[in-house]
T-cell receptor, first 110, second 115 residues
Framework: TQLLEQSPQFLSIQEGENLTVYCNSS?????LQWYRQEPGEGPVLLVT?????EVKKLKRLTFQFGDARKDSSLHITAAQTGDTGLYLC??????????FGKGTRLHILP | ETGVTQTPRHLVMGMTNKKSLKCEQH?????MYWYKQSAKKPLELMFV???????ENNSVPSRFSPECPNSSHLFLHLHTLQPEDSALYLC??????????????FGPGTRLTVL
């Protein structure tokens, strides 16, 4: 059974600080997606990474796919209160099956 | 309406009730999905429909019965549920059913409580 472990489960930091959250697996994925989910809403796709070692930037968010395509990280620079939410990673394997992690619940304090 | 809509947003039902969840997408997509999101568990894909045909059923108990009358509408019929079925049920759609190359758009979900 393929699993995606996300860490930390919870993170509460002050506005303006930097943070990194992680998504790890022992399995290889064809692609990996990051979502943000706000209370009362469904997840919204932030980015998809496909190539090992790939780095994508979305304003203050930097996403990296591990060289072996087994792990990924999301780094937020100068966090803002609007970044608060549940961050989910999801891997798509060679059989086109999608596996989600449990998520990191991020709270940015004003 | 735009995007993916779900009704009702909240539902409380007894174990002997029969109810249905509705999902509608206004994006012209061909694939639709039902997911279950429980506390402390990863998001679980339940069913996949592509061009109205069910292409995936991830060992979901028969008390959950999906229906896809057309590419824009998806239902989840519920009967004799258990308290552990309480969760947020999310609907999603994508242009086609290939998960690797297609972005999924999620609805806001139905928060289901089974008493």
């Amino acid at each position: 059974t393929q699993l995606l472990e996300q860490s930390p489960q919870f993170l509460s930091i002050q506005e303006g600080e930097n943070l990194t959250v992680y998504c790890n697996s022992s399995s290889v994925f064809s692609s990996l997606q990051w979502y943000r989910q706000e209370p009362g809403e469904g997840p919204v796709l932030l980015v998809t990474v496909v190539t090992g070692g790939e780095v994508k930037k979305l304003k203050r968010l930097t996403f990296q796919f591990g060289d072996a395509r087994k792990d990924s990280s999301l780094h937020i620079t100068a966090a803002q209160t609007g970044d608060t939410g549940l961050y989910l990673c999801a891997g798509v394997n060679r059989d086109d099956k999608i596996i989600f992690g449990k998520g990191t619940r991020l709270h940015i304090l004003p | 309406e735009t995007g993916v809509t779900q009704t009702p947003r909240h539902l409380v039902m007894g174990m002997t009730n029969k109810k249905s969840l509705k999902c509608e997408q206004h994006l012209g997509h061909n694939a639709m999905y039902w997911y279950k999101q429980s506390a402390k568990k990863p998001l679980e894909l339940m069913f996949v429909y592509n061009f109205k045909e069910q292409t995936e059923n991830n060992s979901v108990p028969s008390r959950f019965s999906p229906e896809c009358p057309n590419s824009s509408h998806l239902f989840l019929h519920l009967h004799t549920l258990q308290p552990e079925d309480s969760a947020l049920y999310l609907c999603a759609s994508s242009q086609d059913s290939g998960l690797a190359g297609n972005e999924q758009f999620f609805g806001p979900g139905t928060r289901l409580t089974v008493l």
